[in-house]
């Protein structure tokens, strides 16, 4: 088995219902948060959730917590601009679900990054909104700079996180 897999689990209408959610959020930019340069977070937290979108989000995790089949730990959504990388890591989370809700149709850049554990091979690829990306047993990652325009992606971990985790 591979450290990752791309799925498609989202139906073009859950797609525009998350990217809906995002522009509702509140959230905050970060020139430098952790391992993510340029980058505006948006955490999903009960309390973060717009009234009017609680139900669908509900329906999403759902959707979420079936394919990792584990216990959630953290949510959020990143918007990755002009500027943005990130740098090679690997999440506190034993299972990284991530979604492309958004992405510019000239992104130039962004791509991702993975070190494949069976090759030790360094592989770079794009994913379209839509399409999710799954890391398993802490996949070592990252996201190549970009140069023009911007996506937006839903990041959910899953399974019990490191101690060292610094993102809680």
């Not at 450290?3 to 959610?21: A, G, P, R």
């Not at 952790?34 to 009960?46: E, F, G, P, Q």
């Not at 140069?147 to 019990?160: E, P």
């Amino acid at each position: 088995m591979n450290n990752y897999e791309i799925v498609t689990m989202f139906t073009e209408s859950e797609i525009k219902f998350l990217q809906e959610m995002y522009d509702k959020m509140h959230g905050e930019f970060h020139e430098k948060y952790m391992n993510l340069y340029s980058v505006t977070l948006k955490v999903i937290r009960d309390d973060s959730i717009p009234a009017d979108c609680e139900s669908g989000w509900r329906k999403i995790e759902a959707k979420l917590d079936t394919t990792a089949n584990d216990l959630s730990y953290r949510h959020y959504f990143l918007r990755y601009g002009e500027g943005s990388k990130v740098s090679m890591h690997d999440d506190a989370s034993p299972t990284t679900i991530i979604t492309m809700v958004d992405k510019d149709p000239m992104l130039d850049g962004g791509r991702n990054i993975v070190i494949d554990q069976n090759t030790g091979e360094c592989l770079e690829f794009g994913f379209d909104v839509s399409e999710t990306v799954i890391y398993h047993n802490h996949t070592y990652h990252g996201m190549s700079y970009i140069d023009h325009g911007h996506r937006l992606v839903l990041i959910s971990w899953y399974g019990q996180p490191r101690d060292d985790s610094n993102f809680k």
